[in-house]
């Protein structure tokens, strides 16, 4: 019975988070309803399983048709990279920054979503200049003092199904005209 409660408990606020996120694409929607307007910048690399969270919701926008994304698995947009991409955005773009983060172990697969410009490489003390307008922080494992090896460590499944949720709550918040909600929520994918 205690299980069953826990497992109710942990899908409510996993349901909590998912429309938390689309609630924030959609008020970014609300400002800029072009979808052509915006740039999203997905911070990470794809030799590493957690902070490959960014380059993974970047494949999957594209995937998705959305047409203006930097960094996916093909073309990761990392600490090296990551002013150049800063660069090629322009005046009137909206720019939502993505990345992977670690937190506090009750925090492990939420997200922290801010009407702010998010700073990259943060967790492993890596100085990068700030980027986006908006930001999407996925905390993809705890804090600790061997930063660099947590994200090493992580669970690819986990990241992955995070990435997917962060994609179809962007896809549902700009939802094409015709769209129906219960094919959006399908794409969804099943809690842990």
Known sequence: ???????????????SRDSGLVSFFQRIAEQQPDRTRIVFVCIGTDRSTGDAFGPLVGTLLRERGWPRVIGTLAEPCDAHTVAHAQATVGERDTVIAIDACLGHPKSIGSFIAANRALQPGKAIGRQLPPVGHYSI???VNSHGPKAYWKLQT????FVMQMAGKVAAAAEQAWMQPGASSDEELIKLPIPL
């Open 1 to 15: 019975m205690t299980i069953e409660f826990e497992r109710f408990e942990q899908t409510r606020q996993e349901e």
């Open 137 to 139: 922080a996925g905390v």
């Open 154 to 157: 992580t669970s690819l499944n």
